[in-house]
């Protein structure tokens, strides 16, 4: 597996850990999603355009 698909999977299951349906991360709201989110998209765009 390369570096991209790694981050991709690791940015993924952070994803899923910071949704606000989890019982440890209800008072969070939406913000750590749409930051992680971000990342996720960042990376992406890297992994398409060959960077990573």
């Known amino acids: 597996m390369s570096l991209g698909t790694v981050l ?16 440890h991360s209800r008072s969070w709201g939406y913000y750590p999603v749409g930051g992680v989110g971000l990342v996720l998209l960042i990376v992406i765009i890297l992994v398409v355009m060959g960077t990573i």
Not at 8 to 15: A, D, K, N, P, Y
């Open 8 to 23: 991709i999977i690791l940015l993924i299951l952070m994803l899923l850990g910071v949704l606000p349906t989890w019982p």
